[in-house]
Nanobody, 125 residues
Framework: QVQLVESGGGLVQAGDSLRLTCTAS????????VGWFRQAPGKEREFVAA????????YYADSTKGRFTISRDNAKNTVYLQMNSLKPEDTAVYYC??????????????????WGQGTQVTVSS
């Protein structure tokens, strides 16, 4: 089992940048594909970005493509989400999730076995 902790959220203005961090403990993180999801008040959790376990593959939601970048450092058991050109509609709680033993990238909520507690991102206009 792996434990995930997100950090780096906060309150920013439209156009600003933030970098979220997902730190894992408990297992060899390089064996896990990782995804970022977000959930705004009153809305369903939605996919943001995903990365394969070796970092060679990435996939983005249309709404984040070109603005967000997912990366990982397996030596540090960490996955990052660099968010640029933030918009008010990016406001949400952001969660990282992990899927063990997977070779690809995954964009569906049900694909993931482990979840962090989330970090709040608020973008003011």
């Amino acid at each position: 089992q792996v434990q995930l902790v997100e950090s780096g959220g906060g309150l920013v203005q439209a156009g600003d940048s933030l970098r979220l961090t997902c730190t894992a403990s408990g297992r060899t993180f390089s064996n896990y594909a990782v995804g970022w999801f977000r959930q705004a008040p009153g809305k369903e959790r939605e996919f943001v970005a995903a990365i394969s376990r070796n970092g060679g593959g990435t996939y983005y939601a249309d709404s984040t493509k070109g603005r967000f970048t997912i990366s990982r450092d397996n030596a540090k058991n960490t996955v990052y989400l660099q968010m640029n050109s933030l918009k008010p509609e990016d406001t949400a709680v952001y969660y990282c999730a992990a899927k063990p033993g997977a070779l690809g990238v995954y964009y569906t909520y049900s694909s993931y076995n482990y979840w962090g507690q989330g970090t709040q991102v608020t973008v003011s206009s």
